[in-house]
């Protein structure tokens, strides 16, 4: 309780919402009348801050939902963002690691929960695929599915690439003539 205390408004009521789903209604309930209000300002559209547009462009690009129960950490999201922020307009990686279970996922979908950055930065929207442990089979799945994807708009309607080499192939073609950034 100590460090919630110590935390922002949001990490009670993550902390709320933890009890809830983890079955301790009893001790959620002694918490209820102390729950902060969530201020509706800004310009945002909705209780988690996030506006349409951000909603729209991370569910198109498949970016990972908030989880039920999540304690923000504003300084690893910041810096997040600044990397994203550094690459400009230039073609480039940002590589978050770390332990299984560590959050990293958690960390870089609510980097991108950001208007002005996804605006600035990702005028084209973004495209998330969790890749993981895959056999062959699954990677060539999951690289057929990017591909289509990308592909969306294009005037020719191209097979599914049949192996990860051909799906390697179309992919490094897509990202340096049509989505250089």
Known sequence: INIILTKDNSSYRSFYNALLHEGYRDL?????DGIPAISSGNGKSSMDGM???VKTILCEGGV????VVFVTRP????AIKQKLCCLGGDPGWVTVYGMAGCGKTVLTAEALRDHQLLE???PGGVHWISVGKQDKAGLLIKLQNLCSRLEHDST?????????EEAKDRLRVLMLRKYPR
């Open 28 to 32: 959620a309930a002694l918490l209820q």
């Open 51 to 53: 506006t349409s547009y």
């Open 64 to 67: 990972p939902q908030r989880p």
């Open 75 to 78: 300084k690893l999201v910041d």
């Open 120 to 122: 600035d930065y990702f």
């Open 156 to 164: 020719l309607s191209q097979r599914p690439p049949l192996n990860i």
